[in-house]
């Protein structure tokens, strides 16, 4: 099975149209033409597309490698594409791989340089993370790095091994990593949903947007439930326990799909954004999605579901919050102020542009935003209060129905996904 294995991944990698030194280099640019064609060519580009262009261009490249769940490949096929880049003279180093006691994985790794791991003392117990210092310091061409996820020990750089991510991006290094589906942010209530299980770890969605290739590491369900029994994803004592939970036949047939549809949406935004940065024409009429949001406790899942389907739209967002007099400054709880920043901090990170609307009623400010703005789609939270009290004090959302009559709605379902 291993070399059945081996021999697929080799062959996918050679199948490949773009070679690994373009990867590591980025597109090469055509010929410019002369000052005075520039000049008179009407379909030149706009300085923001060039600007776009060039950023693009120069800065280092990052591949992402997605998978539906633990045993899929992903580690596996990072290291076969480190040892493809090396075999074509990039310096490549590993910054960080984990094994997980899996003996294909660890004999492929033996060949590669390794940057020694960073010993960090937590209460009492000694962990390994990543030595981003020592990286920086070394100036390799090629990083892997692996558990895109994992939160860091206390006293590193940053929290998130994503954000040591971004750091040696900045400073020129390209990098391989490996993230599973459930880690992303968006789709966390979604996995809660299906698994019951809340993931803790997750990576913002605007990581993928930084992404220069998103690659989707595919078994099917059948095959890695084989892999499970044989011991290559877990030790044999956990087994049985993972078959009859979290690699229910179910559940992982639903996270392979979200997987799937993740990458297809990641191509599908980046074939938008280079139609923006070259010139070309945009879809006919652009997709504009509000996402109403609030103090409420609901509002994440609001704004996770919001921006997959701006995602999936290639459109811009809004996060649309209406302050009321209630709410202004000075009478605001502070309970309520500070779980309307934690949700705001939350939708920045998904890729919103903030809104705030003074308005005597949130209809009143979420309707003349939605017009001002020629907004297409709107997600609403579900409302928590009981028939009586909308008999008594009117509906938003039915009030906007009857006002926004070109506005696509789209109401989240709130529950027990935390439960």
Request: glycine share 6%; hydrophobic share 40%.
């Amino acid at each position: 099975m291993a070399k059945e294995f081996i021999k697929a991944a080799e062959s996918r990698h050679k199948r490949g149209a773009k070679s690994r030194k373009e990867f590591i280099k980025g597109r090469s640019s055509p010929p410019r033409p002369r000052y005075d064609a520039l000049v008179s060519d009407p379909t030149r580009l706009t300085g923001e597309q060039a600007l776009a262009k060039l950023q693009t261009a120069a800065r280092a490249r990052l591949r992402i490698y997605i998978g539906a769940a633990p045993g899929v490949g992903k580690t596996y096929s990072m290291i076969e594409d480190a040892h493809g880049f090396r075999r074509e003279g990039i310096d490549v180093v590993v910054g960080f791989v984990e094994t997980h006691g899996r003996a294909d994985t660890e004999a492929r790794l033996r060949d590669l340089p390794v940057i020694p791991r960073r010993r960090v003392e937590y209460r009492g117990v000694i962990l390994e993370e990543m030595d981003v210092e020592a990286i920086l310091a070394r100036q390799p061409q090629l990083c892997v790095v692996d558990e895109l996820a994992h939160t860091n020990a206390p006293g590193g750089r940053h929290d998130k091994r994503y954000q040591d991510v971004l750091d040696l991006l900045d400073a020129g290094i390209a990098v391989l990593t490996a993230v599973n589906i459930q880690h992303l942010e968006t789709l966390n209530d979604a996995v809660s949903r299906v698994t019951g299980v809340r993931v803790r770890e997750t990576v913002p969605d605007t990581f993928l947007d930084r992404a220069d290739e998103v690659v989707n590491v595919d078994v099917t369900v059948q095959e890695l439930q084989t892999r499970l029994r044989q011991g290559k994803v877990y030790k044999p004592d956990k087994v049985e326990q993972a078959l009859t939970n979290f690699f229910k036949e179910t559940n992982l047939s639903t996270l392979r799909e979200l997987a799937l549809r993740a990458v297809a949406d990641e191509i599908g935004e980046k074939a938008a954004s280079h139609r923006q940065r070259e010139g070309l024409e945009p879809a006919l009429i652009p997709e504009r999605v509000m996402v109403c949001t609030s103090s409420s406790a609901d509002a994440p899942r609001v704004l996770r579901a919001g921006a997959r389907i701006a995602g999936r739209l290639g459109a811009h967002w809004y996060a649309v919050y209406v302050e009321t007099p209630s709410e202004a400054p000075g009478h605001i709880r502070r309970a309520d102020q500070e779980a309307l920043q934690r949700n705001i901090a939350l939708a920045k990170d998904l890729g919103a542009t903030i809104v705030r609307v003074r308005a005597n009623k949130p209809a009143d400010g979420l309707i003349a935003f939605a017009k001002r703005e020629g907004i297409t789609h709107v997600i609403f939270g579900q409302s928590a209060r009981t028939r009586w009290e909308i008999l008594l004090k009117g509906s938003t959302l039915n009030r906007f129905l009857e006002e926004v009559r070109d506005a696509a709605v789209q109401v989240v379902p709130l529950g027990d996904a935390d439960a």
